[in-house]
């Protein structure tokens, strides 16, 4: 890895932090490669459970390295991080304007420092804000708020992200991290893998199908989850009354669920 992106895993958490903090970690196309690469880690390593992305303070990133050409820094990375099939968390500490909120959209959970400055400014640039922010923003903002951010390039703080529905916490930018780590090691010593992977993605893919649809793969999901490694230690953990130890693979017990046609809903073998 490159100094642009430090990469830590322990306790089943992986912590990637954008690290050029005299640019306020500015976004250039070799963090994007760099971070691509570590989600793609994170995605078939069963050890890693949670993925929390943060940056080296004072912001979480302060947009596009202008240094490089409009168009040439982009947010869109592979795999963008609700792919990912691990819960990520944005441990957004600082500001987060252009990609770098984009970059936080695209995370499951968003814990913001409050007195940061969020925004998509790209119109008042001469370009469009990409990263997906008109698929992610709409989803967790609404219509109205996301053609609010979008079309007039404004700030806000983190008390208006938190009240737009953005942010799951709008914190002092110290609080952010801990809070975000926290959240990961609840999930990673509480919840069982593989039905936490699923249900991340159903979540993500749910909101373009119909409710038919939604309820026969929660049926079908759930049939596989229970006849699935963990799904047999849930049942002996309860009939032996103690805490289970999950030990399931995400990606050996992965189902055959679609991963490349965005025009055609997931689906099972």
């Known amino acids: 890895m490159s100094s642009e992106l ?6 089943g958490i992986a912590v990637l932090t954008l690290n050029r903090p005299a640019q306020q970690n500015a976004f250039t196309p070799a963090m994007a490669t760099e971070l691509s690469s570590a989600l793609q880690r994170c995605d078939v390593e069963d ?13 979480f990133c302060a947009g596009a390295d202008l240094s490089s050409r409009v168009g040439d820094v982009s947010a869109t990375i592979d795999p963008p991080p609700w792919r990912v099939r691990k819960p990520v968390i944005a441990a957004v500490n600082g500001h987060a304007v252009g990609i770098g ?12 420092a409050q007195d940061a400055v969020y925004g998509l400014n790209q119109v008042r640039r001469g370009v469009l804000a990409d990263g997906y922010v008109h698929w992610t923003l709409p989803r967790l903002a609404g219509m109205a708020n996301a053609a609010d951010i979008m ?9 208006e992200a938190k009240a737009m529905g953005l ?5 002092s930018a110290g609080e952010v991290l801990p ?3 926290a959240i990961a090691h609840d999930i990673a010593n509480g919840s069982a893998p593989l039905p936490v992977a699923l249900s991340k993605r159903l979540l993500w893919e749910g909101i373009g199908m119909t409710p038919a649809m939604v309820g026969r793969l929660e049926t079908d999901l759930n049939e596989r989850v229970g006849k ?32 490349n046609d965005a025009s055609e809903q997931p689906g099972l073998d």
Not at 47 to 59: D, E, F, H, W, Y
Not at 151 to 159: A, E, I
Not at 234 to 258: C, H, I, K, L, Y
């Open 167 to 171: 942010a799951n916490g709008a914190l």
């Open 6 to 11: 430090l990469v830590d895993v322990s306790a």
């Open 151 to 159: 079309l007039t390039g404004r700030t806000f703080d983190g008390d």
């Open 47 to 59: 050890s890693i459970r949670v993925v929390v992305i943060t940056g080296t303070p004072p912001a």
């Open 179 to 181: 809070t975000a780590l």
């Open 101 to 112: 909120l984009a970059l936080a959209l695209q995370c499951d959970l968003r814990y913001m």
């Open 228 to 259: 699935s490694i963990d799904g047999g230690e849930a049942m002996a953990a309860f009939r032996d009354r103690r805490q289970p130890n999950w030990s399931g693979s995400v990606t050996e017990e992965w189902p055959a669920w679609d991963r």
